[in-house]
Structures are given as structure tokens and as C-alpha cells.
């Protein structure tokens, strides 16, 4: 294992993630990521409930849970304020999840959305529509 509580707030390397929060700065090393991925992997549909409520903190599913919701009503084309007023959610969270549905090649809204395609335009949409602030 990799993964360390450190002083610095700059990653190891590009492809490490950084988390703050709490009193303490963690790193988690991309190998370490990727076991994680290997685990998530292995169980069968019926087995990824029980797993992620052993591995996850209440809150943490619920903040999971909360970005997929706000995610897809992005994709439906709700604006920040409609999704702010059903969600409750903060501009900060809902700008968050709006970004990561164009990054890391648009993984999140294919996984939404299997016939969206993605593409360098879908991404200016989202860009231009945080711009806008909706």
C-alpha cells in the first residue's frame, strides 16, 4: 500500500489523487485505486449492496447517491437552480458533478446515458453552460 497521510498538498505523482479534508491530507496512489477497481470487479450484482454498505460510511453513499442524482438530471437539462431546489444541494456540488461528466472522457454520462456521445462539442456545452451558471 501507497496510500499515505502527508503534510504536502501536491501528489506524488500526476496520476495519484490528492483528498483534503478533515485535519489531515491523504494520497491515494494509483495502484492502491486500482485494487479498488479489482474488488468492485469481482462480486456479482447482488453482491455490490452489501459491499459498498461495509466499505462506505452512511454519508459517503448518500454523497454518492446525491451526485448520480444531480448528474442525471444534468444530462436531462435541468438547471442548477431547478436541481439546487429539488436536491438541496450547493452551486459548488452541482458546478462539481457537471464537471465530471465531461472528464475523464465522459465516463459518468456514458454510464448514464449509454447513447449519449460525448465528444470535444458535448464538452463546450457543459464548459459554456457553468459559464452561464445553469
Do not use: C, W
Given at each position: ?15 495519484d ?36 454498505l ?54 459518468l ?26
Amino acid at each position: 500500500m501507497e496510500s499515505i497521510r502527508v503534510q504536502r498538498r501536491r501528489p506524488r505523482t500526476k496520476r495519484d489523487v490528492l483528498t483534503t479534508g478533515g485535519q489531515h491530507d491523504y494520497y491515494v496512489a494509483n495502484d492502491d485505486l486500482n485494487k479498488l477497481v479489482k474488488l468492485l470487479g469481482k462480486p456479482s450484482r447482488d453482491q455490490i449492496k452489501p459491499l459498498l454498505l461495509s466499505l462506505l460510511t452512511k454519508k459517503e453513499l448518500s454523497d454518492i447517491v446525491r451526485r448520480l442524482l444531480i448528474a442525471e438530471m444534468a444530462l436531462n437539462g435541468l438547471t442548477y437552480e431547478e436541481i439546487a431546489n429539488r436536491m438541496g444541494s450547493g452551486k459548488n456540488v452541482i458546478a462539481l458533478v457537471k464537471q465530471s461528466l465531461a472528464s475523464n472522457g465522459g465516463v459518468l454520462t456514458r454510464l448514464l446515458n449509454p447513447g449519449y456521445n460525448i465528444s470535444g462539442t458535448a464538452e463546450n456545452y457543459f464548459i459554456n453552460r457553468l459559464k452561464q451558471g445553469k
